[in-house]
């Protein structure tokens, strides 16, 4: 998915230097990063050694506990051009999910993945013609991820996963022509109203049932864990009503549409070591392709980390999870590069398994000309468990 917010070079320095703007904006990105379906920053290991995982439901087969969990994700960010810039940030739960074992027979799981969203109002006010616009659009696109998993007979070390792919989500944009007087006698503008211009579009699936559904295979031992997964493209249909209003009187006839675009299919592949007694070092790669097999995203990414015993009455820093990790994408068919890094520790609460994750993390985002660069940085805070459900540091 490409984040069509796109803008050049001279909208940028016109935006900034014409006009006088007041505007807020609530997006990850504005240059589109986290487009293509790809999780937002920091990259971390859960795909490969615990937790739920979209890109990798056959991890759910060697959980041996329930577990719920939910994440929420601050970023801020700012696109700098020249000597001008334009700031937004971004506060979303990203994803809420649970994993239910049920022994021989495999785990379930199911997760609602926020794949996109962007809230962002701007005014435009032009000093010259004594006029204004005001833009406002709002952008969510979703996945909710069913899965089943099992443990192969007489293969125990092995895993099978699929995941069901429900794409969703919505969009609303209006833009607000204020009225103005001085335009002269030959502009429907000396009538003094106001034009609304406002959009309305539904996000959904269009594919065969079949290519919704991703499988992964993995490999799991106590010192070390290794998995492969595919998912098919996607055909998604967005479904369009749009109209222009007059002031609060009259309104034209709705403008209906409909657009198509590709969820391109996705490799990914991630290994776990555990060596000496607590010290790990997990590696995975993803990528992106189109129906012509050209990748049009990636990313790689290493992480480092020092496990704790997870006992509660183990010293903190004993008890704890620290670590270290780094990435690099290219993302939005390699327009756009990305660097990051996060320090984060998993914290063992209580005695139920309740497990809280904590990152800080940041990079800078390089998009080619003509658009502009973007340094960014947030934290990441993650809750795993409820009451008796939890997470192990065993798993069988």
Known sequence: MRNNFYITSV?????????FAVGTGFAASLIGTDALGMEQAPKNSVIIRNGFAPQNPAIHAFENKTKFGTTILFEYAWAQKDKEAIAMNSFTVPS????????FAGAFGIGLEQKYFASNRLELIDTALNANVLYNSRVGIYELLPSYSIRLPFLTDFAIGTSYRILFGNSYSTLELGSNKDWGDEAWMTRNVFITEKEIGTFESASDWWRNFGYSLHFHKKNVDYFISYFPSI???????????????????????TETFTLPKRFASGVHFR?????????AYEAQKDEDENIVSWFAFAEYKLSGTGLY????????????????AEKCSNEVNEYGASI????WLGRKGTL????????YRQAKEP????????FKFSLTGVGNWGTSVRRR
Do not use: C
């Not at 055909?235 to 549409?257: A, G, M, P, Y």
């Not at 060596?275 to 590696?283: C, E, V």
């Not at 009455?313 to 690099?328: E, H, K, L, M, V």
């Not at 984060?344 to 914290?347: A, P």
């Open 275 to 283: 060596f000496w007694k607590n010290q790990n070092a997990s590696l």
């Open 235 to 257: 055909q998604v249909e967005k479904d369009i009503k749009k109209n222009v209003q007059f002031s609060n009187l009259d309104t034209l006839q709705s403008e209906l549409r």
């Open 96 to 103: 809420i999910s649970m994993v239910l074992p049920l022994g």
């Open 356 to 363: 809280v994750g904590i990152a800080l993390f940041g990079g």
């Open 344 to 347: 984060f520790s998993d914290l």
């Open 371 to 378: 658009y502009w660069d973007e340094p960014f940085f947030g």
């Open 313 to 328: 009455y183990s010293p903190f820093f004993q008890r704890n999870d620290f670590g270290i990790n780094a990435w690099f």
């Open 11 to 19: 909208h940028f320095v016109l935006f900034l230097t014409v006009f």
